[in-house]
């Protein structure tokens, strides 16, 4: 019984973290799409990268930001990173910061990776930037 409270716990602390990033509309959007079949996985990345990862005193939110836009960038996953560049409007990290991230990226993981994610970003700003005009 102590793993289920815990994981219960865990869950919540996730979801709360999860929403905070991430905002209450895309994590509500995501609980109304999730059918039996992906419920698992939910549970899954809500316990362990929000209610582990993301809620560690260790990084800021910020800082966290910084470092998975850098990793999703690198890792080629687009939606991903269009996700949390919208997400840095909760987490703090700034269009600077994104481009410093984004810098890294070029250098370590390649220049297209690199190119990729600056364009990605440029998008999600001018709809961002749309949105509070």
């Given at each position: 019984m102590g793993d289920v409270s815990k994981n219960e716990k865990r869950y919540r602390t996730g979801l709360d973290v999860r929403r905070s990033v991430l905002g209450d509309p895309h994590v509500d959007r995501a609980g109304d799409a999730v059918t039996d079949f992906d419920r698992p996985f939910q549970q899954l990345i809500t316990e362990a990268a929000w209610g582990t990862v993301w809620a560690r005193p260790g990084l800021s939110k910020r800082e966290r930001s910084i470092v998975?836009?850098?990793?999703?960038?690198?890792?080629?996953?687009?939606?991903?990173?269009?996700?949390?560049?919208?997400?840095t409007a909760n987490t703090g990290a700034s269009r600077d910061d994104i481009c410093e991230a984004f810098l890294h990226v070029a250098i370590y993981a390649g220049v297209p990776a690199a190119?990729?994610?600056?364009?990605?970003?440029?998008?999600?700003?001018?709809?961002?930037?749309?949105?509070?005009?």
């Open positions: 998975t836009l850098a990793l999703l960038a690198a890792l080629g996953h687009d939606e991903e990173v269009a996700m949390h560049v919208r997400a190119n990729r994610a600056f364009k990605i970003a440029k998008e999600v700003f001018a709809q961002m930037d749309d949105a509070h005009a």
